[in-house]
């Protein structure tokens, strides 16, 4: 089965509320992660990577957390807007093999509704 | 700063036909990779490249050839196009295999083949 996955494929939020978007993984090695956003009709875009020296990592909007003894990561996105919709993938570049041939699973949809 | 560019857009053929994607960066990356993107699935890498003259396959490789004579350009060729090819293409592209260097994409092209 796949050891980079999403929980969920599709999540509905409200404008304003706060998203969660969660991944496994089954690589004990891994020790770095990156998520992608994928909006309709476009390439993936990078959005925030976390090693795993760190428990948690903020961008703009944006907190991965990321949990070794589960082995979880999740992505945060605090008052979500429209232009938040889309695709979100995460990768596992030690899963894969290298940063050049990254495995993606099917994402998680994020629909925001107004 | 172009970043990944890839042409066509769109694209439909006749089965048996053959084409050639183009993909083109202009960011110095060694890595580039070719990625194909069905309905509600995540990205299945075909072919990727670690620099000029060298090439490997991914996991989806049947049908298609790569080749890579320079840094900036990594072409997809499809020699006799089928059905099951339906699908989008992305190009990628990274610098070596190091952290803080995430794939970049193109915005790819959406083949159809009838």
């Known amino acids: 089965g796949e050891s980079v996955g999403l929980h969920l494929p599709t999540l509905s939020v409200q404008e304003g509320d706060n998203s969660i978007i969660n991944c496994a993984y089954s690589n004990s090695a891994s020790d770095y992660f990156i998520w992608y956003k994928q909006e309709s009709g476009k390439g993936p875009q990078f959005i925030i990577d976390i090693r795993s020296n760190m428990d948690k990592r903020q961008g703009q909007r944006v907190t991965v957390l990321l949990n070794k003894t589960v082995k979880h990561l999740s992505l945060q996105i605090a008052a979500t807007q429209p232009g938040d919709s889309a695709v979100y993938f995460c990768a596992d570049p030690a899963f894969s093999g290298g940063y050049n041939k990254l495995i993606f699973g099917a994402g998680t949809r994020l629909a925001v509704h107004p | 700063n172009a970043g990944v560019t890839q042409t066509p857009k769109f694209q439909v053929l006749k089965t048996g036909q053959s084409m050639t994607l183009q993909c083109a960066q202009d960011?110095?990356?060694?890595?580039m990779s070719w990625y194909r993107q069905d309905p509600g699935m995540g990205l299945r890498l075909i072919h990727y490249s670690v620099g000029a003259g060298i090439t490997d396959q991914g996991e989806v490789p049947n049908g298609y050839n790569v080749s890579r004579s320079t840094t900036e350009d990594f072409p997809l060729r499809l020699l006799s196009a089928a059905p099951s090819q339906t699908s989008v293409y992305f190009c990628?592209?990274?610098?070596?295999?190091?952290?803080?260097?995430?794939?970049?994409f193109g915005n790819g092209t959406r083949l159809t083949v009838t």
């Open positions: 960011m110095n990356h060694e890595y």
């Open positions: 990628a592209s990274t610098d070596r295999d190091r952290d803080n260097s995430p794939l970049h």
